[in-house]
């Protein structure tokens, strides 16, 4: 069983609304992580962050932004939702920088 | 080029059989490797991490790790019918955490 919790598992939106989506860490686990990944693909890096700061941001616009709370647990943001969007959003915390992330169970967002 | 290179598949075995999975990487600075195991509409589940070259083995599954060519590659002993599966390989990026992931092998053991 994963130490990783997101939230919701399933979530329809229509194009240029909002979302948000939320993951609860391991206990003690100060860096999160999040990924999006679409059908067929491998995830990709959306940003990280340690210790309520955002510590590296992959290729993607200003519109996916983030949040890491004391409790570790973190959100993910994103407005003006496009048809791509369409993914499983992925969660993953660590311990330890490049020690091998455990990624959450994943929420699948369709954009319709 | 991308950054971490796969090939999709499917790569098929009888059940029995050794499944070679293989991956390159085109960042020479690179010390950090991992394969993720990923069934259907299910997120990725750490398998194996590598960060020197050579062999790693935990019980069927071997890593091996050869910077200089800038390859890795998983080794599936006694391949199963439950080990059918996408197989993602993943490279540490620098510092930052970052994983940079190739886009998967799927592996189907035929019974």
């Known amino acids: 069983e994963t130490g990783v919790t997101q939230s919701p598992t399933h979530l329809i939106k229509t194009r240029g609304q909002q979302v948000t989506l939320r993951c609860s860490s391991q206990s003690g686990h100060n860096t999160v992580s999040w990924y999006q990944q679409a059908l067929g693909q491998g995830p990709q890096f959306i940003f990280q962050?340690?210790?309520?700061?955002?510590?590296g941001r992959g290729n993607f616009p200003p519109r996916f932004s983030g949040l890491q709370f004391p409790n570790y647990s973190s959100e993910l943001n994103v407005n003006a939702l496009e048809l791509d969007d369409s993914a499983l959003y992925l969660c993953?915390?660590?311990?330890?920088?490049?020690?091998?992330?455990?990624f959450g169970s994943g929420t699948r967002l369709t954009v319709v | 080029q991308k950054e971490v290179e796969q090939n999709s598949g499917p790569l098929s075995v009888p059940e029995g059989a050794i499944a070679s999975l293989n991956c390159t990487y085109s960042d020479r600075v690179s010390q950090s490797f991992f394969w993720y195991r990923q069934y259907s509409g299910k997120s990725p589940e750490l398998i194996m991490s590598?960060?020197?070259?050579g062999d790693k083995e935990d019980g069927r599954f071997t890593a091996q790790l050869n910077k200089a060519s800038q390859y890795v590659s998983l080794l599936i002993r006694d391949s199963q019918p439950s080990d059918s599966a996408t197989y993602l390989c993943?490279?540490?990026?620098?510092?930052?955490?970052?994983?940079?992931f190739g886009q998967g092998t799927t592996l189907q053991v035929k019974p």
């Open positions: 993953a915390s660590s311990l330890v920088d490049n020690y091998g992330y455990t």
């Open positions: 962050y340690y210790r309520e700061e955002e510590n």
């Open positions: 590598i960060y020197s070259n």
């Open positions: 993943a490279v540490g990026s620098g510092n930052t955490g970052k994983l940079i």
